[in-house]
């Protein structure tokens, strides 16, 4: 259990100004580092607390996929440590008609919506119950029935997809909004330009929520662009763009809330940045010490999004060590049991490899089926 | 000749490395190839020994930077643009198949695009169905592009030394699951290793294996098998898709009559069926059987680790082959 320290500020990184520079004036901001409310958007104490047990649940999930990836359980895990709240935020902001079209770090987004905990274990695991039946990587899964589209691991393929899929709704007068998720690095990417000019163009319901994490990789925000901010680019296609404390919960919730509004008023996309933090590596692949300045990291964990929740909770409902130590014990409990069982469920099936190539299946891959079924088995690498 | 043990790696760096030192002109460019020192570690120590002129990082814009790549290859200038992987050249796709594969014929010869692409290819253990493509059957299929698939790091390093001077766009394609693999690499300065040159891997009389990059590996074990077996293999390592070894292949089938091709991608197309067309039509007589092609299953690559193994060519898939063409089951 994590016990809640007073905020301090810390030292600035250098005179320059950086795209991802979350202290300069226009950074919307409701919420202050210390947990104190700048400006009061009426969220009610029941929703903050649910807004922060989310965060931590996202938390306590990647640090125990972490643990799981190290210990060879798992091959691969990519999370969203110091970047909770932009996730959350933003996904709290939804409706229930809304969709998202996730990046890659957004599994707290999908398990707020409702997929299970199991349903996402699985697809680390890859086994048997794996949404996406083992087919693609850990955490690059999809949920339809949440309204969550498939994770594309090609930079920035998503945001085009995301939106068309928002045009044809409204072509079709359904009232929905979509938000799709990308980084700094991915506005480098040939689809981010034609996903806002075209959005820009048709006014499609859209909203971008670029995760300004300070990195991508190895490449620092300053090498992908140079362009003062990410939201400056919104200016050229005509998409109203706003940046945002990304580590603040309620001011991402709040701005999310408002290119909703605008959305389904049929006034067209918005252009978010949240300017947070990727306090990990990029992967479980990757080491960022080798490349991250000295000091860096430890400062924006001062900006720590869930201790600035926590500090503005201890003040409004009194949420202590003992609350807190509850709320961890229940995640842990929850994280433990899914484990238990995702370790315990088969491989997918051979015959699963022919499945959903095409909506039929033809007669060649049937072929390939029963001579897999009925030859010789290649040994696996790890059983 | 002196050689010296290098990694398949290794190798890659100091081709680039030489070749930067020969030629002002070669510069690498590509995601995190300069201070990360490359996403696989192929470029580490390039940027402090060539400075961020020739070294350049880029952001993550595969289009982007193989079209900057060619129009500065247009003034004389021979980039190598790596790709982190192979996968993302299919968003740089159109700039190689429209501009760098045809600037030289659409211009009426004015300009020349003497660029290398290159990076992993292939399966590399569990990257999923988008990561584990085997982009050699795209890239051979259109003329203007020469493209090259080392197996061993003498290899690695005398065909990117020829990419680099060459004077057409090379795709040159490696492996991850390669790049620690160790071999003898010539010491010689000017050594470089032909375009449009197979060679013999193994000898043998009874049956050819034809392979290349990372399957020629799996392809030796399996004719290791084999001969335990009493059935001598012999295995070509082709080097180069694009100008094909012809006269390789041919002379081997006038020797063992029987041929399999082994090399991961799917059935439907692709380098395999072009050899096999090659064979039926200019050995047909030599055929004592079909020619067979171990490839991956037809389906797009998953991630568990069981199943994938499934839809790579494993050794006794290649060995099952080999005995159907022999005629001993
Ligand atoms: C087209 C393409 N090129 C390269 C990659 C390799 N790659 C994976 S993630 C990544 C960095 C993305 O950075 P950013 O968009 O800032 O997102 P973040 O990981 O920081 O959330 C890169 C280069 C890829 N997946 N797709
Ligand atoms: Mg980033």
């Not at chain 1, 004036?25 to 929703?47: H, K, L, Q, S």
């Not at chain 1, 899964?141 to 393929?157: K, L, N, Q, Y």
């Not at chain 2, 998953?302 to 499934?310: F, H």
Request: charged fraction near 25%.
């Amino acid at each position: 259990m994590t016990t809640v320290s007073s905020y301090q500020e810390p030292e600035a990184q250098g005179a320059e100004r950086r795209p991802d520079d979350v202290m300069a004036d226009d950074v919307i901001r409701v919420m202050a580092p210390d947990g104190t409310v700048i400006d009061d958007i009426g969220i009610d104490d029941e929703t903050a607390v649910a807004l922060y047990q989310a965060m931590l649940r996202t938390r306590i999930v990647d640090d125990r996929a972490v643990t799981l990836q190290r210990q060879g359980r798992i091959g691969f895990h990519i999370g969203s440590l110091g970047e909770e709240a932009s996730i959350i935020g933003s996904a709290f902001a939804l409706r229930d008609q809304d969709w998202i079209f996730p990046c890659y770090r957004e599994f707290g987004a999908a398990l707020l919506r409702g997929l299970s905990m199991q349903t996402y274990m699985d697809n680390l695991y890859g086994n048997a119950n794996d949404i996406v039946k083992g087919r693609q990587m850990p955490d690059h899964w999809c949920d339809r029935e949440h309204r969550i589209a498939s994770v594309s691991s090609p930079i920035g393929t998503q945001i085009t997809n995301a939106v068309g899929f928002a045009w044809a709704a409204a072509l079709k007068n359904d009232p929905l909004a979509v938000l799709v998720y990308f980084g700094d690095g991915a506005t480098s990417s040939n689809e981010f330009h034609n996903g806002l000019n075209f959005a820009g163009v048709n006014a499609t319901p859209t909203v971008f929520l670029c995760r300004n994490n300070g990195w991508a990789i190895s490449v620092p925000t300053d090498k992908q662009t140079a362009s003062e901010s990410f939201a400056a680019k919104g200016v050229a296609y005509g998409v109203p763009a706003v940046r945002v404390d990304g580590n603040d919960v309620f001011a991402v919730l709040k701005v999310t809330r408002d290119a909703l509004t605008r959305a389904s008023a049929g006034e067209g996309p918005t252009l978010i940045e949240a300017i947070t933090y990727r306090l990990s590596g990029h992967s479980t692949s990757d080491d960022p010490t080798r490349y991250r300045p000295e000091g860096e990291a430890e400062a924006w964990e001062q900006r720590d999004p869930l201790l600035r929740m926590r500090r503005y909770l201890a003040e409004r409902v009194n949420w202590g060590d003992a609350e807190q130590a509850s709320a961890e014990q229940a995640i842990h409990h929850e994280v433990k049991a899914a484990i238990e069982v995702s370790e315990n469920t088969p491989k997918p099936a051979l015959e699963t490899l022919f499945e959903g190539v095409y909506a039929e299946m033809p007669w060649h891959l049937r072929e390939q089926q029963a001579e897999l079924l009925a030859g010789t088995r290649a040994p696996g690498h790890g059983e | 000749m002196s050689t010296t043990t290098m990694r398949y790696r290794e190798a890659i760096r100091s081709a680039i490395d030489e070749e930067m030192v020969r030629d002002k002109n070669v510069f690498l460019m590509g995601e995190e190839v300069g201070h990360y020192q490359g996403a696989y570690k192929v470029s580490e120590g390039l940027l402090e020994k060539f400075g961020e002129n020739r070294v350049i990082d880029t952001p993550i814009a595969e289009c982007g930077f193989a079209g900057i790549g060619i129009g500065a290859a247009m003034t004389g200038l021979r980039p190598v643009i790596e790709f982190m992987t192979w996968n993302f050249s299919a968003v740089a796709f159109d700039q190689i198949l429209n501009n760098a594969a045809k600037m030289r014929q659409m211009s009426g010869g004015q300009f020349n695009v003497p660029i290398v692409f290159r990076g992993p290819n292939a399966s590399a253990r569990q990257v999923g169905s988008q990561h584990s493509h085997a982009m050699e059957h795209f890239y051979a299929h259109i003329p203007g592009l020469k493209v090259v698939a080392p197996a061993t790091p003498a290899d690695a390093k005398g065909l990117l030394k020829t990419a680099i001077r060459d004077n057409n766009p090379v795709i040159f394609l490696e492996s991850e699951t390669l790049y620690t693999f160790k071999g003898e690499v010539p010491d010689e300065p000017d050594y470089t290793v032909p375009f449009g040159k197979g060679r013999v891997a193994r000898e043998g009389k009874d049956c050819t294996i034809i392979s290349w990059s990372r399957l020629l590996q799996v392809s030796l074990q399996a004719a290791e098998t084999l001969a335990a077996d009493g059935i001598d293999v012999e295995v070509i390592d082709l080097r180069s898709l694009r100008p094909l070894d012809e006269d390789l292949l041919i002379a081997s089938i006038e020797k063992t009559h029987r041929a399999v091709v082994a090399y991961e991608g799917w059935p439907y197309g692709g380098v395999g069926a072009e050899i096999v067309d090659r064979l039926q039509r200019l050995a047909f007589d030599e055929l004592d059987a079909p020619v067979l092609r171990v490839c991956n299953l037809d389906v797009p690559m998953p991630y568990n680790a069981a199943l994938e193994q499934q839809v790579i060519p494993q050794a006794n898939r290649i060995i099952d082959a080999v005995r159907q063409v022999s005629y001993r089951q």
